[in-house]
Nanobody, 120 residues
Framework: VQLQASGGGLVQAGGSLRLSCAASGSIFSFNGKAWYRQAPGKQRELVAAITSGGNTNYVDSVRGRFTISRDNAKNTVSLQMNSLKPEDTAVYYC???????????????WGQGTLVTVSS
């Protein structure tokens, strides 16, 4: 099972990007959970999360600008990022819980990271 993140790139301040993360391989169930980011010289931080019931939570610095969504039937979790700021520059990682078969417990999987660079 692999999680493949995409959508990162270089954007000017005020612009938008949409990150997507898709799972592939032998998948019985998919539970898109969250996006994290890690800026140079900083610890990884939780940016946005979505619960099994669909409730969302955001770090204060992105609330109102970022939106997390998922489509468990399509094995994807996404992050729409608007009004981007230079301080949003980081490598972004997706996180999902996946069961490979009916007997498998849900395990955490991580995407490989996608770089977002916001220029001023």
């Amino acid at each position: 099972v692999q999680l493949q993140a995409s959508g990162g790139g270089l954007v000017q301040a005020g612009g938008s990007l949409r990150l997507s993360c898709a799972a592939s391989g032998s998948i019985f169930s998919f539970n898109g959970k969250a996006w994290y980011r890690q800026a140079p010289g900083k610890q990884r931080e939780l940016v946005a999360a979505i619960t099994s019931g669909g409730n969302t939570n955001y770090v204060d610095s992105v609330r109102g600008r970022f939106t997390i969504s998922r489509d468990n039937a399509k094995n994807t979790v996404s992050l729409q990022m608007n009004s981007l700021k230079p301080e949003d520059t980081a490598v972004y990682y997706c996180n999902a819980g996946i069961r490979r078969n009916v007997a498998d417990p849900e395990r955490d999987y991580w995407g490989q990271g996608t770089l977002v660079t916001v220029s001023s």
